[in-house]
Each structure stands twice: as C-alpha cells, then as structure tokens.
C-alpha cells in the first residue's frame, strides 16, 4: 500500500460514489479507501466510464457519497457548510465558464468571492492575493483581456489563477489538459506540480493523459472495474499495474523508461 510522505488532507474511507435515480442507488464505484497527500501533484487516470468525474464530484460535494465518508483536515466533508468548503476545495472543470465581456482580471477576483461578503467589495488585501495568483500562472499580460477572446490553454491557466485566489488548500481539477496540443498539456501539468510542491497545495485531477502523468505526477491513482490501485508512478510499474492497463495490440510499455511505443504491423 501507498503512504504518505506528508500528512495527508483528504482521506477517502471506504467511499461508495455514484447516482441516485428515483430513489435507487446507481453505484460506479464501491469500497475506495485512500489518502490525496498535500504537497504532490496526484494524477487520476482509469478508462472512459469508470467514475473518474464521479469521483471528483463526490470529493467536490457536488454529489454526495452513497456509502463511506470523505475526511478534510480530519472532519467529514458532510459536516461542512458550503461556505466552509469554498475556503478549503478549489474546483477547475474541463467546461469553457459561460461568461460575456469580463476580464481576465475579473475572472480571477471571482475567486474571493467566499471572502468578499453578499456585496463583493475587494478591499486592498484582496487584490494583492489576485495579483500574486495571477504572477504566479504567469499570466500577467492577459489581464485585461475578455475571458471569451482566449485560446483553450490561456483559459485554463485564468481558471487555475481564479482556483489560488480563493486560497484553498485543496484544487481539483477535472480533465484540465483536453483540447490542449502537446506542449500545452506539459506546460500545464508543469505548472500544476510547481504549484502542489512549492505552494504546499493538494492537487488531485483526473486525465486521459498517461504519458505526461507517469513523467510529472508525484503519486498515481488508477481506477478499475476491480479495485484502485494508488501509488507513484515507478511502483505502479514495477508492480506490473501499469502496463495491464496501457497495453494493447499494437501498445507496449516499457517499465523502465515510462514510456509506450507503438508497434508497427
């Protein structure tokens, strides 16, 4: 089993996720029981289908657990209100925010939101702490840009910006390198592990992006129709987790490298 380094923020205690539909249980997944430690960069990967989004949804309170208990800082997340989550949970999704004529500068101040009151009235605080998020993306130079105007990439990083201005110890992020090309995705993936270590952040997101992953995740989740395997990247190698769930015709993966190759036929 897999063990924190760090004191670990989030603790999933035999946690049952899904749906309920008319009064029935739809379960995606049962029995999860692991620790998202804070200071790493914790990569979520599994198959089309198999709960991924469910799973940040349950963490994110945006569902509640069919079955077990979700712990933050060693309460349970039920015990929380929502404006108590908002100050802990950070959230970032793949969907593209529906918002007309507002600034990037705009974007990233709605992350006070939880501190600025029913008025939203920034005071000077307020905007040193978006200021120092968004020089911490690097995204300076977009400031005064509509939200609607920027490509893919750039929008994710205002949402990341937008994630540090709330100042929550936890970020989860749901497929945060679709539609980004190649570089993009590194790019971003980079940022997220700079910010987990030198921020002491937990960050946890899912993606279909193995390769990447296996070279910048600190620890690895992997869902599976049987079980989640959790470790970092080299033990779920040398473990043999790795290549059963890349490996395919035509796909092979090196344990050593960390790499898949493709076979030519």
């Not at 925010?97 to 974007?107: F, G, Q």
């Not at 993009?184 to 921020?199: F, G, I, P, T």
Request: a neutral charge; proline letters at 3%.
């Amino acid at each position: 089993m897999y063990l924190c380094s760090m004191r670990g923020s989030v603790i999933l205690q035999d946690l049952s996720i899904g749906y309920t539909i008319k009064g029935k249980k739809k379960t995606v997944a049962q029995r999860l029981s692991a620790t998202i430690c804070s200071g790493e960069l914790t990569c979520l990967l599994g198959r089309n289908g198999i709960g991924k989004s469910t799973l940040l949804r349950t963490l994110s309170a945006f569902l509640p657990a069919l079955d077990g208990d979700v712990l933050l800082q060693g309460k349970s997340l039920t015990t929380y209100s929502d404006q108590e989550r908002s100050q802990l949970i950070g959230v970032v999704l793949t969907e593209k925010p529906h918002v007309r004529n507002m600034t990037v500068d705009e974007m990233v101040a709605m992350g006070r939101a939880p501190y600025t009151g029913f008025w939203g009235m920034m005071s000077k605080d307020d905007q040193r702490i978006v200021d120092e998020s968004i020089q911490l993306v690097g995204i300076e130079s977009l400031r005064q840009r509509l939200v609607q105007s920027l490509s893919d990439g750039e929008r994710q990083k205002v949402m990341i910006a937008k994630a540090l201005a709330q100042q929550t110890p936890i970020i989860y992020l749901d497929e945060p390198t679709a539609f980004l090309d190649y570089p993009s995705k590194v790019e971003l993936l980079q940022l997220l592990r700079r910010l987990a270590h030198d921020e002491q952040k937990t960050i946890f997101l899912s993606t279909h992006d193995v390769e990447i992953s296996l070279q910048l995740a600190d620890t690895l989740w992997l869902m599976t129709t049987e079980q989640l395997r959790v470790g970092t990247p080299r033990q779920l190698a040398t473990g043999g987790v790795l290549s059963r769930f890349v490996e395919s015709d035509g796909i092979v993966f090196d344990n050593n490298s960390l790499t898949l190759r493709v076979v030519k036929t």
